[in-house]
């Protein structure tokens, strides 16, 4: 039965074992650390020309498993990728149109899974996005709770302002910019989930005089520049590429002349659109993040600078993420059995790969995370920010 | 006589003096506190339409001539461009092709002035570049300072590095970063008069075991990425849009993996290349760095990122710019005298209105500032930066 796989495999050397339907075994090393289980027949062609989303593919539909630690998985699967495709096919994603109803869809996918699941394997204040670890030294909820007041402090948050939370999530961030920092907030989702449970926790929290959270588009905010401050965290991914300059005009619309805006979200590697990851970004636009279309750091800053902002600060936390995701796929793998009972077990298996899949991307710079602080000045050119950003840090 | 003048003119409300060849006087406003005196009765046609350019020019060749604060005159004359161009015709300046020996001539022409001109207005390091105020309370000597500080410190310069220095001036920034770091320092420039300064202050100061300084051009640097870290500050302003991209895989071939490049320099407000400031961009480009072409921060960032290396923090400094102009347009003002036995007086002239220009230009944001730190991470993704910037700020 080997014999059906093809000879190439043979040749290469990883701490791989294939395990096939009927019991036998080729060992790819001397020593396996991990072992795929090929319950398919038909698989056996892809082993030629393996790229990620086929792989994938085939454990979110259960024509293969997976034994040992599924970040060495993916490690040894991109290994035998690189070994068998020599040259990426780098092509750029499709790009769809996204109206209203396309976000309101892809959103309500991704985010309406369970808050049950999520809760499972995200901090306390469920903040679904890469945390911030100062020293490296900390755990997920210092890192969260860290990320939190690092945006704040970027955002110069101060008692009375009135911050707008474009995709505010379960709102950790817009109760703690409320608790801790005394602004007033204004949060917009689009996931009627998050919406529920976020409403509940600020109630909970005896916050619903300075918090309000409404399901509500991007296209639909207030353009009177009643807020302060902006934030934006892990939402510019869904907008699109055709829409970046509308979203970007909505957020200088909203925000007050001398106000700041945050962006805080996953860029992509290349300028162009190209993807690398042998296939990963694929599987995230199929399973993960339908819609989803990650702009380059370059991208984002243009569509910022069109609308009439001025980027006054970057900062690259791409292995930042790459350290949450780890925390976020190992809190996961501890509790698959509980997971199980939470989400149809094709989720389940999506969410395992995502989860320790974009950790190993955002590792191999695949993918990068920035925060973008830009500023609306006033209509001499002046602004209120600080000289240096040792405030940041005090 | 005052007949002649465009009759729009007495529409407008400016504390600004016309005094004509003859003596007449049109006073715009009730209190004039300055005075521009028409010189050439062929200039008063300008007055309709008055560019910044024309007026610049017009005062390069002794046709208008003004008294009072140079600065308030940019303002005043800023202010009348507006009332009587409603529409700021914003084309994209022309670009012409560079090449080495085109980048020579047009280096020669602005830096190869007068290193005694230079000396008299600039620090003592004479640092050409933005300065960086921690507080805004700093005079220019530790503001210099302090910036060159703030670029050894990003760059984590430590004692042993390998640092080049593109665009080295007057060996300010070198002879910082082997004092102050214990760094070698490799430094280039395409000034004659530049290099010879430098090399007098590297020996005078016993660092030339420690700091080599050559005329050498970009294309040639050596690409066996043998330097730690590179530091460019003033220099992509220089190179024109049609080389960014070998002018960034330039950096990258000299760097070593795990090395950092940091790019300080000018940025345009547009990123389509319109120019703002009413023509002042083509009195700069005509009279004060010909072939100079300013990228917008998403094009310096595409750049970089192109050449392979990861954007890991941008600062703007746009108004540390303007204090550090409004800091060289002082002093040269306070000393015209001894500048006139330095300079021709058409140079006196331009660099008198492109020093007090460009200050009202940062202040207004027609430019920008941004030091755009990026890594080259070696092959696995991983870097050596630490997980926060809060060691800048120790």
């Not at 892809?46 to 454990?59: R, V, W």
């Not at 040259?87 to 750029?92: L, M």
């Not at 995709?167 to 109760?175: D, I, S, V």
């Not at 209509?379 to 005090?394: E, T």
């Amino acid at each position: 039965m080997l014999a059906l796989l093809p000879p190439v495999l043979r040749e290469i050397q990883l701490p791989l074992r294939l395990r096939l339907w009927n019991g036998y075994e080729l060992e790819l090393g001397p020593i396996p650390s991990v072992t795929l289980v090929v319950k398919d027949p038909g698989l056996i062609t892809q082993f030629e020309q393996p790229t990620l989303d086929a792989l994938g593919e085939a454990f979110v539909e259960g024509r293969l498993e997976m034994e040992g630690s599924i970040s060495e998985v993916i490690r040894l699967c991109d290994a035998l990728s690189r070994a068998l495709i020599p040259d990426e096919n780098a092509a750029p994603p499709e790009r769809r149109a996204h109206d209203k109803d396309t976000d309101a869809a892809a959103i309500s996918y991704h985010y309406d899974l369970s808050n049950d699941f999520y809760a499972l394997w995200l901090d306390r204040d469920m903040v679904y996005s890469c945390a911030y670890f100062e020293t490296g030294q900390e755990d997920l909820e210092q890192a969260q709770q860290a990320k939190l007041r690092h945006l704040c402090r970027k955002l110069r948050l101060k008692p009375g302002d009135y911050l707008l939370d474009v995709g505010c999530g379960w709102g950790g961030l817009a109760r703690f910019a409320a608790r801790e920092f005394g602004a007033r907030v204004f949060g917009i989702t689009l996931s009627r989930e998050q919406l529920a449970l976020a409403r509940e926790r600020v109630k909970a929290e005896g916050l619903d005089d300075r918090i309000e959270l409404e399901l509500l588009d991007y296209r639909d905010l207030p353009q009177d520049g009643r807020f302060d401050k902006v934030v934006s965290v892990g939402m510019f991914e869904h907008v699109g590429h055709a829409n970046l300059a509308l979203y970007c005009e909505r957020l200088y619309g909203a925000v007050r002349p001398g106000g700041l805006v945050m962006n805080h979200g996953i860029t992509a590697k290349h300028t162009d659109g190209r993807q690398v990851g042998r296939g990963a970004g694929e599987f995230i636009d199929r399973y993960v993040f339908p819609h989803g279309e990650l702009p380059h750091l370059a991208t984002m800053t243009a569509r910022i600078s069109e609308a009439g902002l001025e980027v006054v600060d970057v900062e690259g936390l791409r292995l930042h993420y790459a350290r949450t995701l780890n925390f976020w796929s190992a809190n996961l793998e501890s509790r698959l059995e509980e997971a199980s009972r939470l989400v149809p077990e094709q989720a389940l298996r999506i969410w395992r790969l995502y989860l320790a899949g974009c950790a190993y991307g955002f590792e191999q710079g695949w993918i990068n995370l920035h925060q973008i602080l830009a500023v609306k000045p006033y209509g001499d050119g002046s602004h209120d920010l600080p000289w240096s950003r040792r405030d940041l840090y005090a």
